[in-house]
């Protein structure tokens, strides 16, 4: 299970790179599709496995040899890690879920604000409703109500 998590984490640091990288510059998440930042050329899935393929090509494109984001590379090694940790620690739980979130939020908002000076606000959104969502399925719908007054105060 901590494999499981640590793989997660490495995909989910991989998309999370992406959507920061898109939304940071106003650019859709659909289109265009993956590609070197330096000429261009659409990656292939094998280019898209997060560490691996880094490691593979050496951390340079294999089109045009430039070389590629290292900030790729940490994200995706840090946060694998972190989930693995966060399973390690917590279990299946409560903890391990806002745990998830929090850390996920904060690896976006990293990304976007050390690469960019840009905090996003989908994200934030998102996570508030990831978190009320989970409160409530864990402990019912007085307790998330509280949570709520008590945040918007
Ligand atoms: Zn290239």
């Not at 998309?15 to 998440?29: E, L, T």
Request: glycine share 6%; hydrophobic share 50%; charged share 10%.
């Amino acid at each position: 299970m901590i494999v499981v998590f640590i793989l997660l984490g490495m995909f989910l640091a991989s998309f999370y790179h992406f959507f920061a990288d898109r939304k940071s510059n106003n650019q859709s998440i659909v289109k265009p599709s993956p590609h070197c930042d330096f000429c261009n050329k659409k990656l292939k899935w094998y280019e898209k496995i997060p560490i691996f393929s880094y490691i593979i090509q050496g951390g340079l494109c294999n089109n045009c040899h430039e070389k590629l984001p290292l900030s790729y590379f940490l994200s995706e090694v840090i946060l694998g890690f972190t989930f693995g940790f966060g399973y390690y620690l917590y279990g299946i739980s409560y903890e391990l879920f806002a745990f998830l979130i929090i850390i996920s939020l904060a690896t976006i908002i990293c990304i976007s604000d050390f690469k960019y000076l840009v905090i996003l606000d989908y994200p934030l959104f998102i996570s508030v409703i990831l978190i009320i969502i989970l409160k409530y399925c864990y402990f019912g719908l007085t307790p998330t109500l509280k949570a709520i007054v008590s945040g918007i105060i």
